[in-house]
Nanobody, 127 residues
Framework: QVQLVESGGGSSQAGGSLRLSCVAS????????MSWFRQAPGKEREVVAG????????YYTDSVKGRFTISRDNAKSTVYLQMNSLKPEDTGNYYC????????????????????WGQGTQITVSS
């Protein structure tokens, strides 16, 4: 059983930066593709970014391209989301997810991240 614990959430002014971390325990981290999702109030959960098992492939939803960077450190069993140039529309609850079977061409759909989820961390960006 893998446990995912997010940290790094908080508040920022528009234009600011935050860095989220998600630490995994209880499994072999390098066997899992990892992703970050977010859910804004009143909206459906959406995939923000994904990274392949070896870190060589990354995916970003259009609204965060050029501003967010997903990375992973398999030695530390941690995935990161560096968020720069934050906008009020980035506000939401951010979750990390892990899946062994998902392929990179499926990251963009937001579906197939079935194995494990973190509890979420809140990001609030004010204008």
């Amino acid at each position: 059983q893998v446990q995912l614990v997010e940290s790094g959430g908080g508040s920022s002014q528009a234009g600011g930066s935050l860095r989220l971390s998600c630490v995994a325990s209880g499994g072999t981290f390098s066997e899992y593709a990892m992703s970050w999702f977010r859910q804004a109030p009143g909206k459906e959960r959406e995939v923000v970014a994904g990274v392949s098992r070896n870190g060589l492939y990354t995916y970003y939803t259009d609204s965060v391209k050029g501003r967010f960077t997903i990375s992973r450190d398999n030695a530390k069993s941690t995935v990161y989301l560096q968020m720069n140039s934050l906008k009020p529309e980035d506000t939401g609850n951010y979750y990390c997810a892990a899946d062994q079977g998902i392929q990179p061409d499926s990251y963009c759909s937001g579906h197939g991240w079935d194995d494990y989820w973190g509890q979420g961390t809140q990001i609030t960006v004010s204008s």
